[in-house]
């Protein structure tokens, strides 16, 4: 390849497993591989702080200026739960995050976050304690999480944070709404027990969802009456916030909407309130060969070739998250053309680069990116006939390097 090396141009943070280490990384998705300076041939993901912080004033704007409890459960969608949290942390329209697991919620406050964290599962009882000195909210979801709670207020000294999960409809967790509120009572009596909120989770038909804010009201006003001032109220994921003015409460509890995707696809509202993909998933080009026409590519030989033509590896393949649909329908980036992707295995993908060796080993490929409108999550789904949540199941070891902005 003929490019002049780009030079690097920013300085950035990579966290590689947990670890943090600084790095300088090239941006420009046409530089020339230079191994010795860069490092890895494993796929990484390249995060833009300016696309997080400006959709969460999007989201907000949305959500007629309500704050947002972001979810950044399952390691924020295989994006790097800690990275996106350090980010969003510095926004005016976060209120803070909310998690499923105790032992992320505990990675985000070592890593220096300071907004509300709240746990909207179980905990295991040996890290109780380390939640509450950290300052972690736990949630009140059913009988037995009433008893652990009760028990550990005795144990620590420490003010208990909770917030009160209700199911109002969707049958997976919190107190079911029609049960009566005796254990709130239980609750109230503790003094280093705080009700710093209570939620729920609509479903999508939205009849049955202004059912379930019914509920939801008739348990805020409830509680109320038994003397609890209910603050921090919310209920909404990303599609119900979109199609439900109603259920914007004090807050709104989006999760894909923070990575730049829309939950499905061409959803009118993102022409008003555009968003941009916070992510590149990068990986390199490892090998280049010319096979010969009628030469067949994978296992299954789902491609045939129709004339001899350069095919191209890469480094990166569905066990590291990239969609094995991608196979149907796909391009990846590399230089400034789109190449068809013609296979995916557990550890490699396949493109098609043609007649003309067009890109040499070493060159980096965009399989997911803002830089064009087929990578986008959104294009890469209407690619594949896949939805938009296909994309973002990317494996934790996959290194994250945040950079101010993209390049
Ligand atoms: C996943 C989840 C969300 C966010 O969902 P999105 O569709 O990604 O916006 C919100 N609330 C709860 C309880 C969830 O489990």
């Known amino acids: 390849m003929n490019t002049p090396r780009r030079k690097f141009i ?17 941006f420009s998705h046409n530089f020339t591989f230079d191994q010795s300076e860069s490092g890895s041939i494993n796929p990484w993901i390249e995060l833009s ?59 985000l406050r070592k890593s220096g976050v300071k907004k509300p964290i709240l746990l909207m599962g179980d905990f295991s009882e040996s890290l109780g304690e380390e939640l509450i000195a950290s300052n972690i909210t736990l949630s009140i979801f059913s009988r037995e999480s009433v008893e652990k709670i009760l028990s550990l207020s005795v144990k620590t000294s ?33 003094e280093n027990i705080e009700i710093d909120g209570m939620f729920s989770t609509l479903t999508t038909p939205e009849d049955f969802a202004i059912e379930q804010l019914q509920r939801f009201k008739e348990l805020k006003d409830e509680l109320q009456n038994l003397g609890v001032v209910i603050k921090n109220t919310h209920i ?29 696809a061409a959803m009118s509202e993102s022409k008003n309130y555009p968003l941009q993909p916070t992510f590149r ?39 590291d998250g990239y969609n094995s649909g991608a196979e149907n329908g796909a391009k990846v980036l590399i230089g400034d053309k789109l ?5 995916v295995n557990a550890s490699h993908c396949n493109v098609c680069v ?37 994309q973002i199941n990317y494996k934790e070891s996959i290194p994250k390097i945040v950079s101010d902005d993209f390049i």
Not at 11 to 26: D, W
Not at 172 to 189: C, T, V
Not at 292 to 307: A, C, N, V
Not at 339 to 343: D, E, G, T
């Open 281 to 319: 998933l990068r990986a390199r080009v490892i090998r280049m060969e010319k096979l010969r026409k009628g030469d067949t590519i994978g296992f299954s030989r789902f491609y045939e070739l129709p004339q001899d033509e350069w095919i191209a590896t890469i480094s990166i393949g569905w066990a």
């Open 236 to 264: 909404a994921p990303s599609l119900s916030m979109l199609q439900l003015q109603d259920s914007h409460l004090d807050l709104v509890r989006p999760g894909i909407l923070l990575h730049g995707s829309f939950p499905i």
């Open 158 to 190: 420490h003010t208990i944070r909770v917030q009160l999960y209700f199911d109002t409809g969707l049958g997976r967790m919190g107190m079911p709404h029609h049960e009566p509120l005796d254990w709130a009572k239980e609750l109230l009596s503790m």
């Open 49 to 107: 702080k300016e696309a997080y912080l400006k959709n969460a004033e999007t989201i907000s704007k949305m959500a007629k200026g309500n704050q947002i409890m972001a979810v950044l459960k399952n390691n924020a969608y295989g994006l790097g739960d800690v990275e996106v949290a350090k980010i969003l942390d510095t926004s005016p329209h976060i209120h803070g995050f909310a998690m499923v697991k105790d032992s992320r919620c505990l990675s």
């Open 354 to 390: 043609g007649t003309k060796k067009l890109i040499d080993v070493g060159a980096v490929a965009t399989l997911i990116g803002p830089d064009r409108d087929e990578i986008t999550p959104e294009g890469f789904a209407k690619s594949i006939n896949g939805h938009n949540y296909l």
């Open 339 to 343: 190449f068809p992707v013609v296979n």
């Open 10 to 26: 920013k300085k950035v943070t990579a966290g590689v497993a947990g670890m943090s280490v600084t790095s300088v990384f090239p």
